[in-house]
């Protein structure tokens, strides 16, 4: 089965990301650390400099063929800006299952790209790699997370309480949100 390695939506290119990229990654989370580290502490890890953001990147690359992590930059189709990121993980292929995680340049924002993007992901999760069910987990302090995955459909199943160990030590709790094939065919 052939897989799309790029989407569009109205305002957006979706792409698997691919060798060279590392430096648009490092430069987003360089600009943005202590902003992204708050919600998204591990995929900031990643890149404490440009040789580890490469590294980063050409592993998440090499998950798309291995069907382990289906990962997405978000550019803007006219300048090739890098935008952010949205990937397909923690896929189980037995259960048909996988989870969503994202997130954005702080200039992108706002603007209802994410959601576009999820938009578009679903679609593609659906019809392509033929699964049954998305979830996404967001921490219960990340309230723009929690209302763009209720905005695209998903629905509240839960908070996991002290789920995610943070940097610091402390523990955060997690609410997961769910979208089934079914329900998504439901509303539309």
Known sequence: ML????????RLLLRRYREGDGEMFFELIRRE??????????????????????????HLAAQWYLRKTYAFA??????????GYLAIKNLNWFHQHGELAYFLAAHAEGQGL???????VVGFAWDELKLNRLYIRAFVHNERSRHLALACGFQEEG????????????YTDVACYGLTRQQ???SR
Not at 33 to 58: G, K, M, N
């Open 159 to 170: 908070v996991l309480k002290e789920e995610f160990r943070l940097p610091d030590g402390r």
């Open 114 to 120: 994410m959601r576009e993007a999820i938009g578009r």
């Open 3 to 10: 897989i799309s390695t790029s989407l569009r939506t109205e």
């Open 33 to 58: 650390r202590t902003r992204l580290a708050e919600s998204f502490p591990v995929t900031v890890s990643q890149a404490p400099d440009l040789r580890s953001a490469e590294e980063h990147i050409q």
């Open 74 to 83: 978000l550019l803007a189709p006219d300048t090739q800006q890098y935008l």
């Open 184 to 186: 998504f065919e439901a």
